[in-house]
Structures are given as structure tokens and as C-alpha cells.
């Protein structure tokens, strides 16, 4: 089972990133994948999730509206498309897989997700 994020660099406030989530070694189209972030000295936060079949997304209340969370189930990958980047955006990006289906109350507990990948980082500085 392998998760790899990747995507994360370097980008100005008001900049873009797209992250990307490649999984392997599972049945990806019958799993949830979520988008975590931990910031230095910070807890890590979920940021996003999608449905198995994409018709459900969730994000936190701070990147709506700037973050869009995608999947091609056919390349087995899961996108997150940041907008408006602010250097509060600025973390370790995960990408993690559940096997549940994602409700409103509960789509950012990491103790759903069983398999996680590495984390891409995602630094936001002029």
C-alpha cells in the first residue's frame, strides 16, 4: 500500500499550487482520501476530503472557497488545487485513505484514515 504526495514548493502569497496524491496497492476507488497539514509547531489539521466517487467534499471552513479537491479514479490520484495561497497555508501536506464514507461532523478525524502517505511541503513567503 503506498500514498505519495507531491506538488509542494515554493510560491508567493496570492500564488498557486497544485498537489497531487498517487495511490497504489489498494482498491483506491472504494476509499475516501482526505488532504491533512501540520504547520511548524502546529497540530496537524485536516484540510479537505472526497467521497469515493467524488460527490462528496468536504473542506475546512478557512480554505473554502480557495482550495478544490478532485479525483481520477482511472489514474488513481486525488488533486488539490490551492488558490490564494497565504502564508498561513504554508504545512506539510498528507494525503491519507478511509475506508468510511465522509459526513460533515467527522471527515477531519485522522483516526478514520488508516493509510497515509508521506507529506509534500508546501512553503507560502514572499
Known amino acids: 500500500v503506498q500514498l505519495q504526495a507531491y506538488g509542494g514548493g515554493l510560491v508567493q502569497p496570492g500564488g498557486s499550487l497544485r498537489l497531487s496524491c498517487a495511490a497504489s496497492?489498494?482498491?483506491?476507488?472504494?476509499?475516501?482520501i482526505g488532504w491533512f497539514r501540520q504547520a511548524p509547531g502546529k497540530e496537524r489539521e485536516g484540510v479537505s476530503c472526497?467521497?469515493?466517487?467524488?460527490?462528496?467534499?468536504f473542506y475546512r471552513n478557512s480554505v473554502k472557497g480557495r482550495f478544490t479537491i478532485s479525483r481520477d479514479n482511472a489514474k488513481n490520484t486525488v488533486y488539490l488545487q490551492m488558490y490564494s495561497l497565504k502564508p498561513e497555508d504554508t504545512a506539510v501536506y498528507y494525503c491519507?485513505?478511509?475506508?468510511?464514507?465522509?459526513?460533515?461532523?467527522?471527515?477531519?478525524?485522522?483516526?478514520?484514515?488508516?493509510?497515509w502517505g508521506q507529506g509534500t511541503l508546501v512553503t507560502v513567503s514572499s
Open positions: 496497492g489498494f482498491t483506491f476507488d472504494n476509499r475516501t
Open positions: 491519507a485513505a478511509s475506508d468510511g464514507s465522509p459526513i460533515l461532523s467527522t471527515w477531519h478525524w485522522e483516526s478514520l484514515y488508516d493509510y
Open positions: 472526497i467521497s469515493r466517487s467524488g460527490g462528496r467534499r
